[in-house]
């Protein structure tokens, strides 16, 4: 059965693979984290005995009756664990982030408490971190020409509220076109992507409203629905089983104590998830949802510019209705090398937003030369800039990911996702291989993202990496064998004439 709805429902193959962590692997990763966690008390002793200096924030002493600010308990892990591998995170960047990037070279005297700059710059490391999907992270070519020139006209900042005197004809221009690339009634803007769930969420569901949220959605999804006050329930990962038993028990049981009927049920999901690779289940989703009267949020800030063959998005990518989805949210971050986030949907639901969404109300606009390179790369990717660059683009991913995650497969590694998500989880399981992972690649030059717990789940600690249309073929196999290269190390003297 389960079988011949998903030949009905979906129009191609969907395959996503999630091999589960060996037993021995599993022991040894927990025994790896236990020697951590007895080293680590035995520093906290040896610091509270003076024997090593303590570089954590405190309470006076003067302050020891008060209600305490730091919990020191809740710090451990900060303290001993990523304390020594904290080396592999916050790198300056010192130049555009794309296909390759330069790095501030930096040491650490103290054992990564603090950071020193060596003056030295680590040329041309190839970039498999950013989510430059498309390539639209770049400082030349047409999208950072009409930046600037949109820079000369309306200057960098607005200094206002969209509400006030922030609403310029370039805002309602991108919205414009916002809206026709989603193929939606009406869109809106904003100038945070972060903000675009945590603070619109809360204005669409309210007290007596039933959210459910995919155990994997991102923070901001969480936090916006913890602002709204509606109840919260989540369902296990794209677990189609486990969203309907929910919507089952929501609609016979109603709402707790009372049994009165739910205002409203939400239901909360992403067309990429960033940390699994794994894409959402949407055709299932939108059967659930239709049949059980919910609303459906899908929130695209991966999935829009990189699936698709139109690069539409996970809507897209199945070949459904976007009017089947009630709200569509994404963010500008990512394919269009820009900033900010935007909701589409019919005009009644945009309308309502304008005047009831905290992010639409009291945040300052979106800045013009950040507008004109979303509505520059949106037209690229749409073919209205009258070239196939944009159509040459997402092939170019599609290959590159299919590319990359084939040839990892073949060299044993475990891979986490979609075959077709751009977003490449490569498991390292034990907390050693965290660090030694990401600086071993950076000494090839090859930069990367490595994630562990509390990010993860402590067994499951991985490397990230985001494949881009702007890496070559050439870069791909520098990473695949990992190659050594060297740091590219030149002195920093005319990026920062006045030292660091």
């Known amino acids: 059965k389960k079988k011949w709805a998903n030949f009905i429902l979906y129009n191609k193959p969907f395959v996503e693979q ?36 303590c570089h954590v924030a405190r309470e006076r002493d003067a302050q020891k009756d008060f209600v305490p600010l730091y919990q020191d308990f809740e710090n451990f892990y900060t303290r001993n664990l990523y304390m020594r591998i904290r080396d592999n995170w916050n790198r300056p960047i010192c130049s555009v982030p794309g296909a390759k990037m330069d790095l501030v070279e930096r040491v650490s005297k103290d054992y990564n408490w603090t950071f020193e700059h060596t003056g030295m710059v680590v040329r041309e490391v190839i970039n498999m971190g950013s989510y430059n999907y498309l390539g639209f992270a770049e400082n030349t070519g047409s999208c950072a020409e009409a930046a600037t020139a949109s820079n000369s006209v309306y200057g960098v900042g607005v200094a206002s509220t969209r509400y006030e005197m922030g609403n310029l004809d370039i805002h309602e221009e991108m919205e414009q076109l916002v809206a026709r ?17 945590s603070m619109n969420i809360p204005a669409l569901a309210g007290k007596g409203c039933l959210i459910l949220s995919d155990e994997l959605n991102h923070a901001s999804l969480v936090l916006g629905a913890r602002l709204s006050g509606s109840t919260i329930r989540v369902f296990k990962h794209n677990n189609m089983v486990s969203l309907e038993k929910m919507l ?108 009831h969404s905290h992010s639409a109300i009291y945040a300052t606009s979106m800045s013009p030369p950040v507008a004109q390179q979303i509505i520059t790369s949106m037209k690229i990717i749409m073919g209205e800039d009258g070239t196939t660059l944009g159509a040459d683009r997402l092939r170019q991913l599609s290959e590159n990911t299919t590319y990359f995650r084939r040839k990892l497969r073949e060299m044993g590694f475990i891979i986490y996702g979609n075959n ?17 992972f990401g600086r071993e690649m950076l000494k090839r030059n090859i930069g990367t993202v490595v994630v562990g717990f509390p990010a993860t789940p402590i067994i499951e600690s991985r490397a990230r990496f985001c494949v881009s249309a702007a890496h070559t073929r050439d870069m791909l196999d520098t990473v695949i064998q990992r190659r050594y290269g060297g740091k590219k190390r030149v002195k920093e003297g005319k990026l920062f004439p006045g030292g660091l």
Do not use: C
């Open 18 to 53: 999630f091999e589960e962590t060996p037993l021995v692997v599993a022991v040894l990763t927990y025994m790896g984290y236990g020697i951590l966690t007895i080293f680590g008390y035995l520093r906290d002793f040896l610091r509270d005995w003076g024997f090593e200096k």
């Open 181 to 197: 690339f989603l193929g939606v009634e009406s869109a809106m803007a904003f100038g945070m992507g972060f903000a675009t769930n």
């Open 248 to 355: 089952k028990d929501a609609i016979v049981h109603g709402q707790p104590r009372t049994h009165r009927p739910w205002k409203k049920i939400l239901i909360l999901v992403e067309g990429i998830y960033s940390m699994e690779g794994s894409i959402v289940r949407l055709p299932e989703v939108i059967a659930l949802k239709k049949r059980y009267k919910a609303y459906l949020y899908l929130d695209e800030a991966h999935s829009i510019g990189a699936l698709g063959p139109h690069g539409g998005g996970v809507v897209d990518y199945f070949g459904l209705d976007p009017k089947d989805v009630d709200i569509m949210m994404g963010t500008f971050t990512k394919s269009f090398g820009a900033a900010g986030g935007y909701i589409g949907g019919k005009r009644e639901l945009i309308d309502y937003l304008r005047s």
């Open 420 to 436: 077709d998500s751009p977003v490449v989880p490569m498991m390292l399981y034990m907390p050693a291989k965290i660090g030694a």
